[in-house]
């Protein structure tokens, strides 16, 4: 009984979270694919807009640990990156902004062991009701 209590209450709190996400942050790859070359920077432009560059540490390379950053110099990198990422059946149902963190991961050249570990999250998202 205390097994099922803690599920549901896990159950609940997952719902909660995913109907706090706003819809663009629920952009799956069907929607990715749908864009052209030209669409794909434009939604970069605004996903950075939306997420803020800091031109401190724009040199994404660079950048101090902890922080994914966006640069638009690094478009075409994080286009390719994603459209690649979005090549594995397994991450069909990864939001669009897991991939381009994923992607600004692999840039920063993040651990395997991170990266692993974040698109885990990232495919389990899709059993959180979202």
Not at 7 to 16: F, K, M, P, Q, T
């Amino acid at each position: 009984m205390k097994t099922l209590s803690i599920v549901a209450l896990v159950s609940i709190a997952a719902l909660c979270v995913s109907g706090f996400m706003f819809p663009e942050d629920k952009l799956p790859k069907k929607y990715w694919e749908s864009l052209t070359a030209k669409e794909k920077h434009i939604f970069l432009m605004g996903y950075r807009t939306g997420t803020g560059p800091s031109e401190k540490v724009a040199g994404m390379p660079e950048a101090p640990p902890g922080f994914l950053v966006l640069s638009e110099k690094h478009f075409d990198a994080i286009v390719q990156l994603v459209d690649a990422f979005y090549e594995d059946g397994d991450n069909k149902n990864v939001r669009v902004a897991g991939a381009i963190e994923i992607a600004l991961m692999k840039m920063q050249k993040k651990s395997q062991e991170d990266i692993s570990k974040r698109l885990k999250q990232e495919r389990e998202l899709i059993y959180t009701a979202f």
